[in-house]
């Protein structure tokens, strides 16, 4: 028998019907919806006249346009009250395995409700109108981001229409230091690969670092195999992922339990399984990373300067690195220790999970945000996530040091909602995209770890997390 990567096994297990030229039809096991890209789907299928294939695939919550303080006032922007407002109608007609509205004590990103929930499990096939769909890979998952067209298109039919991708694997192997996260792999990763470095790839995430990362930790990379530009990216099962799914919401129970932990430890790939490419890095010669331009790919190691345009010898990348720091308002050479900022952002579907706050939190305690930084927030990723962490008391943490402990979404990840950057603010963030004007018009995005967010606050510069006792 031939051997097989994983991504051949969840491609193979999923097929309904393929086309001479590879083109294929998927079954979709799980259909995560928020409110952004789902309106026109269920207006064009109403429009139509069909209803959703399979009610109980369907999975969704409100995130991106939510506000993340005052809930008593509601949702004060019109069009985010009526996008919000729209799924709410929409899932109230229609029905879901689940539904997680605006004010739910279980709301939350849709990325982090999903593993929280046991809503996405191994070996499924998981479907969302959200780029960073590719989190649910984390666990064995082929997950893709799709628009909303594709959104109509699941819900009518259960299927998605793919072509196979060429399969990449990126293989970590050794041990990251004291301080270096999950985070400053991929994006360590992404330094060296390029965002086209996987594209036309899906990515399997493999090696001993990535094997000894939490569940966080591996959501963390697989969140970002997209800016990488991979369709898709995933961890084989092993151990750490069954333990996480144990006991949650939708988790199969009891003899459905031993069933699937058997499946479920098929999900790797075979010893020699061919891969069309392979990446390796060694997780010990990663330090904390942050990013200087207007990509992810615009990384550097703390200890490092700032590039300058000749750094690059392809005329198209000096040009794109000039406008970058033009943007970005940085002189080439600057150690990136000395950036000063104004905001901090811990939260998005990257980093907003309890291991993240945990980090945050660790660096934090008894320590002070700086006068210089304006406004450092802690935004949890879901309403679970908030609870567990004031329960363990790190709420009262970050308020002491001077941050404010917002309700769960999306927040200042992206501008839809109240928490956004003003032209010309530089912030240390935690979220996975830094392209011009992301997080509000103007505003300066420079990604990095939770821990290394929190030392920059505490500097009010970017600054070495490994040089703080924690
Ligand atoms: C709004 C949504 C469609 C978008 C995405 O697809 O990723 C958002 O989540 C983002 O991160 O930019
Ligand atoms: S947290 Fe950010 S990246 Fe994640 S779904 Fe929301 S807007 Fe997109």
């Not at 904390?288 to 392809?314: C, H, K, L, R, Y």
Request: proline share 4%.
């Amino acid at each position: 028998m031939m051997s097989k990567t994983l991504y051949d096994k969840l491609w193979e297990s999923h097929v309904v019907h393929a086309e001479a030229d590879g083109t294929a039809l998927l079954y979709i096991d799980r259909h995560l919806v928020h409110e952004v890209t789902s309106p026109q789907a269920f207006e064009g299928l109403k429009l139509s006249g069909r209803k959703p294939w399979r009610v109980s695939s369907i999975v969704a919550t409100a995130d991106h346009n939510t506000p993340t303080d005052h809930w008593e006032q509601g949702i004060k922007d019109p069009i985010s009250r009526q996008q919000v407002e729209t799924l709410d109608a929409n899932i109230h007609e229609v029905g879901a395995l689940a539904y997680f509205p605006f004010k739910d004590k279980r709301q939350g990103i849709v990325h982090v409700i999903g593993p929280e929930q046991g809503a996405t499990l191994p070996g499924m096939t998981v479907v969302c109108g959200d780029s960073h769909t590719s989190t649910h890979g984390a666990f064995a998952c082929l997950a893709h981001g799709i628009g909303t067209s594709e959104v109509e298109h699941v819900l009518a039919t259960q299927c998605l229409l793919q072509k196979k991708s060429k399969s990449m694997l990126v293989k970590i192997e050794g041990k990251v230091g004291a301080g270096v996260t999950a985070k400053d792999i991929v994006l360590a990763l992404i330094g060296k690969i390029g965002t086209a470095g996987g594209t036309g790839y899906a990515i399997e995430f493999g090696g001993s670092a990535i094997r000894a990362l939490t569940m966080e930790g591996r959501m963390t990379v697989c969140n970002m195999a997209i800016e990488a530009g991979a369709r898709v990216g995933f961890v084989a099962v092993d151990e750490t992922t069954i333990e996480y799914l144990k006991g949650r919401t939708f988790s199969p129970k009891a003899a459905d339990w031993d069933k699937a932990t058997t499946y479920w430890r098929t999900l790797v790939s075979d010893a020699d399984a061919p891969f069309d490419a392979v990446v390796e890095l060694d997780a010990s010669h990663i330090a904390p990373q942050v990013t200087w331009g207007t990509s992810p790919e615009m990384v550097a190691s703390i200890e490092a300067n700032v590039p300058a345009p000749e750094d690059f010898s392809d005329p198209v990348k000096r040009e794109g690195v000039a406008r970058a720091l033009e943007y970005m308002g940085l002189v080439p050479r600057t150690p990136i220790n000395q950036i000063a900022i104004d905001k901090v952002f811990i939260g998005s579907c990257t980093n907003s999970r309890i291991e993240d706050l945990r980090a945050a939190a660790a660096v934090a305690k008894g320590r002070h945000v700086a006068a210089n930084v304006k406004l450092a927030l802690v935004v949890p990723g879901s309403g679970l996530v908030k609870q567990q962490a004031e329960a363990e008391g790190l709420d009262k943490i970050f308020v002491a040091a001077g941050f404010e402990w917002r309700q769960p979404g999306c927040s200042m990840c992206l501008a839809m909602n109240d928490d956004r950057l003003l032209p010309g603010e530089r912030c240390a963030s935690t979220s996975n995209r830094n392209f011009e004007g992301r997080q509000g018009n103007g505003g300066r995005t420079h990604l990095l770890s939770p821990a290394m967010a929190v030392a920059a606050a505490i500097a009010g510069h970017f600054s070495d997390v490994r040089e703080l006792t924690i």
